[in-house]
């Protein structure tokens, strides 16, 4: 099945600083979001971009599909920032029709 | 909006016991999914359902069963509960192919 690769892993930050987070994919996807998870464990839909690039606020995604990779954005960040950012997709093969695969997620710590 | 609610945040059974996790959507999805999450291990795919009464196994459906008798509702049966399906379950809908919505999610813990 299609692989999903995010890095980095863990990310500090003080408070007004700007970041990127990466999504590496192994194939071909039909869907990909940016989720963020609040520390109640809800996903929280950030992004829906398959490819392209979309703003909301301060923070925005691109996705270049043709060399199989995402990034988002985080400028000016705050404390409320803080979290796990997941990436996930939908591969455009027949088996991975309507299914998610999720990378293992950043953990990003914002410090005031 | 879309809303998809689950049953219950947080629920705490014996070894042995029969689960029901309950997800409602409010917006017509064709299709419903569970996960689970577990440190170190992410979200992993168990069930999805494209339609009534259709489901179709994921990447860990051992140990689960699934019920989607009405559209909104999609159901996830633990048969008889263990210790190792302690975990966070995550219900999500979609369109075909659209974005999918997640549940606020269930903490299960099996004692």
């Known amino acids: 099945g299609i692989q999903v690769e995010q890095s980095p892993p863990d990310l500090i930050l003080q408070e007004g600083a700007n970041s990127t987070l990466r999504c590496n994919f192994s194939d071909s996807v039909n869907n990909l979001q940016w989720f963020h998870q609040n520390p109640w464990g809800q996903l929280i839909n950030l992004f829906y971009i398959p490819s392209g690039t979309k703003q909301n606020g301060r923070l925005s995604a691109t996705t270049v599909a043709t060399e199989r990779y995402s990034l988002l954005y985080i400028s000016s960040s705050q404390t409320t920032d803080s979290g796990v950012y997941f990436c996930a997709v939908e591969g455009a093969g027949g088996t991975s029709y309507g299914k998610l695969t999720f990378g293992q997620g950043t953990i990003l710590t914002v410090h005031p | 909006d879309v809303k998809v609610t689950q049953s219950s945040r947080y629920l705490v059974k014996r070894t042995g016991e029969k689960v029901f996790l309950e997800c409602v959507q409010d917006?017509?999805?064709?299709?419903m999914f569970w996960y689970r999450q577990d440190p170190g291990l992410g979200l992993r795919l168990i069930y999805f359902?494209?339609?009534?009464?259709?489901?179709e196994k994921g990447d860990i459906p051992e140990g689960y069963s699934v019920s989607r008798e009405k559209k909104e509702r999609f159901s996830l049966i633990l048969e008889s509960a263990s210790t190792n399906q302690t975990s966070m379950y995550l219900c999500?809908?979609?369109?075909?192919?659209?974005?999918?919505?997640f549940g606020p999610g269930t903490r299960l813990t099996v004692t």
């Open positions: 999500a809908s979609s369109v075909q192919q659209g974005l999918k919505y």
């Open positions: 359902s494209y339609d009534v009464k259709m489901k």
């Open positions: 917006m017509d999805h064709e299709n």
